[in-house]
């Protein structure tokens, strides 16, 4: 099916399958559709219709308090089309940079589902056809029998990836989660579209990294600490990871952080415990202190902000709180600061 | 519209003014600005954002504008509607509004003088939705500056078009070809898509006036020169 979409900069054309999600047609055709959650929580991808018609595949998405219906706007990433349609982006749309992981609809396998900490689960996909994507993207899954999409991201990094890594935290409320905390879906075959997101690191960036993650926001910050031990990339700069949990119980990857941390400065914050003698016996290369995972970064990155690159994931008030000490007290510049909201 | 006193030292404050116009209020030093309540982009309220005294940021996507213009910095595509604010008795009330040209993409922050020469060259027209305002191969004269309404263009003659975009903020400039030498015919066609007010301006008076005052033109012809790139790039650091 044809699909127009006038952004405020110029009109673009492309095909739609019969019910694939506009936002995921568009992404597909190398067209840099105006997203961030690209699971219906986040209402960035609103569009308006302005001829045919869409079949909304989730009317009750809460990303949906973002749109006016009467007005005939709807999100791109729940609706699809019913038949040849035209809808408009009040926003600049760009085709994708030539060299970047354009993403796809494909399969996998779930594969070496473990328990990480009491509510943690790493899981990993193998995939039917190797992908690429950039350190600190992640993929919107769905599970058979689970409606919707969830967003998830890789904490592996390689080109051409064979097998994609993910951590989940159990959420009494979340379908994918239940659905992936009862026993025995190892062997299951998903859905994904991805890679998407914009917080990515590239070495050529050539800049100190900072990373500030609460919970399983850890996950895209391994990626990138993935792809930056590949290429060395510390021998030449700086990073410091701040990891944000609520008690040490709750905390996972030290042994991956403590592998790291002849390279990287890795501080583990906890939030709701004073820091328990054993933590530095049985990690001593990391650090801990108690505190907000934003106040440790605050209070240990003074007077380091030179060329800094900072990236942010986690639980959205932890993401907001570490925005605003980067932009208010650490003065770094909007583009220096990196973060994809989608949970 | 509220005491002086309630919009903290470089804080924000949303405010609302007789006949229900909301407004986030910046006080940059004891200085007070006032702008639309809600970011341009996705309807979040600017009163929860980040205000360092000089710069305002939407915490949502982290749009910034320049308090004491309204213009868009960093990442932000539209610029914030700026309204004059009074100072009385410890209150504030609303101004007078400020004229497209004012919070304009091309000539806000210029001289004052510069803006009242410019503006002595405007003609306000108002149009009915469907209204062409030009097509290709007229003549390129006039620059527009969007007061009000919504112009949408269209690249190419007769079947072979192509959208090329809409405008919807005040302020926005299209026609750009009048300020440019060597383009003086359209390429493309714009027309109204909404009951729309347009201020028309001679590209060659206002090139005149901008003579007269080489600082301002020279910030004018950056932000041309950085308005065309948007159009024609791709996204590059987005």
Known sequence: ???????????????????????????????????????????????????????????????????????????????????????????????????????????????????????????????????????????????????????????????????????????????????????????????????????????????????????????????????????????????????????????????????????????????????????????????????????????????KYQNVRAYAAGPPPAVDAAIRMLLLEAKLTTDNIRYDKFS | MCRVADVPENGLKECEAEGGLKLVVANAGGEFFGFQAVCPHQDVPLCEGLFDGATLTCHMHLWQWDVRSGAPLGLAEAPLQRYALAVEGGSLYLGGDATALDVGELFNGIAAGTIEALAALVRRESYEPGAVLYRPGDPADDIFVLDSGRVEFLIGRGEHTAPGGFMLNKGEVFGWAALLDGYPTRIASARCLEASTLLRVNGKAALGVLERDPSAGFVVMRRLAALIARYLASSGAR
């Open chain 1, 1 to 303: 099916m044809r699909i127009q979409v006038n952004a405020r900069n110029r009109g673009y054309e492309f095909e739609a399958r019969p019910g694939e999600k506009l936002l995921y047609a568009g992404l597909r055709a190398g067209i840099d559709l105006p997203y961030e959650c690209g699971t219906g929580t986040c209402g960035t991808c609103k569009a308006k219709l302005v001829a045919g018609r869409v079949h909304d595949g989730w009317p009750a998405a809460p990303g949906r308090k973002h749109v006016k219906p009467e007005a005939g706007e709807f999100l791109m990433c729940q609706c699809a089309a019913e038949d040849a349609l035209t809808a408009e982006v009040s926003k600049f749309v760009y085709a994708m940079e030539p060299g970047s992981c354009t993403p796809e609809a494909c399969a996998g396998v779930l594969r070496g589902t473990r328990r990480l900490a009491h509510d943690v689960l790493a899981f990993g996909i193998e995939l039917e056809q190797p992908r690429d994507f950039d350190a600190g993207q992640f993929v919107v899954l769905a599970a058979p029998g689970v409606p919707g999409y969830r967003a998830y991201s890789m904490c592996n990094f390689e080109r051409g990836a064979q097998r994609l890594e993910f951590v989940l935290k159990r959420k009494p409320d979340g379908g994918f989660s239940q659905w992936l905390h009862e026993a025995g879906r190892d062997g299951d075959r998903l859905q994904l579209f991805g890679p998407l997101g914009k917080a990515t690191f590239d070495p050529a960036l050539a800049k100190n990294l900072l990373c500030i993650a609460g919970g399983s926001g850890i996950a895209g910050m391994m990626a990138i600490l993935a792809r930056a031990a590949q290429e060395r990339y510390f021998e030449r700069h700086r990073g410091w990871v701040f990891f944000g949990v609520r008690t040490l119980r709750d905390a996972f990857f030290l042994g991956e952080l403590s592998a790291c941390a002849a390279s990287v400065k890795v501080t583990v914050a906890l939030s709701d415990e004073d820091v328990p003698e054993s933590a530095s016996r049985s990690w001593p290369q990391l650090a801990f202190v108690r505190g907000l995972v934003h106040e440790a970064a605050r209070d240990a990155m003074v007077g």
